[in-house]
């Protein structure tokens, strides 16, 4: 048997007429970039996350950026966010001239862990990201806190977290701001780039509509230099399609997980944790192995496809070589890089398929002992 990581096909196919009738339609009305299509995505998903706004762009990337610029955030300020998440969460800081200080996560949830949070609070620190990874909310409540206790602001990145909740309060609609990116194999992706940032804050909203489209709300009228973010009308429309089945998919996405839970419950492999109080989306399913490079290779033997979020932690990326951070400075998400991978996990991957990485996982680890 082959099991692949993911399967975007199963999940469009019984959309084709749908997405179909968005190209016959943007063929004919030339709503090619933003337009209509884009503007009922806005408001559906802005309904969907409970925000009053949302404001779609061509990233997550994009959505972070125009988040941090939004608030003025740039040269001579820190932002915290976590050594564990994928580059562009801190490259967003970067790219408005501010400084990424990172702080470790927690060993048990892989998210930011909130008791770092406040050591790492300077007199530069204007805001703080908590990144939601893997579709699980980090743990909120106490980051809301220090962020109130030193005026801080918080914006969400749960660019892997929509529609994942905790204590009733969705991904991206706690801080001031949440992005959200919607890259094809998001939990809500597009069929090409996307992303969005939702608020709400009315001043916000028409800040961030202005820093998407040259610094202008009127043609021809620019009020400050800013940059070309627009959503194509294309992918407004694929999004809007795509939208009314999310719930749905994470709910077979949480049914993948409960049966991977099951199925490890008795092997030597560490299955995730959920955080009391969320609800989770699985975003990725993550186990961690001791043996995680030849666990890896054995499954990719076996026809399983795997991946690794993510194998070099910020900190130690060259890119950021320049902030003086060394091997050792956080050691859950470095101990994390070498012994995290991720299976499988798509809506519509079967119970057949998961017992057979399943048994394949139980299989490798049996082969381990019998070397020993
Ligand atoms: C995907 C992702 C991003 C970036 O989104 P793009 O749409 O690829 O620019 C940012 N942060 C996290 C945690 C992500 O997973």
Known sequence: MKVPFADLRALHTPLKADLMAVFERVLENNSFVLGPEVQKFETAFASFVGVQHCVAVNSGTAALQLALEALGIGEGDEVITVANTFFATAEAVSAVGATPV?????????????????????????????????????????????????????????CQAHGAEYKGRKAGSMGIMGCFSF??????GALGEGGAIVCNDPTLNQKLRMLREHGSLKKYEHSFPAYNYRLEGLQGGFLAVKLPTLERDNERRREA??????????????????LPGAKPVFHLYIIKSEDRDALKHYLNEQGVETGLHYPIPLHLQEAYAGLGYKKGDFPVSESLSEQILSLPMFPTITREQIEYVCSAVLEFAKCQTARV
């Open 102 to 158: 990172f702080v470790d996560v927690d060993p048990i949830y892989y998210n930011m862990d909130s008791k770092l949070v406040e050591r790492a609070v300077t007199s530069k620190t204007r805001a703080v990201i908590p990144v939601h990874l893997y579709g699980q909310t980090a743990d909120m409540d106490p980051i809301l806190e220090i962020a109130k206790k030193h005026n801080l602001y918080i914006i969400e990145d749960a």
């Open 183 to 188: 890259y094809p194999g998001k939990n809500l």
């Open 257 to 274: 997980a409960k049966i991977y839970a099951e199925l490890l419950a008795d092997s030597d492999v560490v299955t995730p944790a959920v």
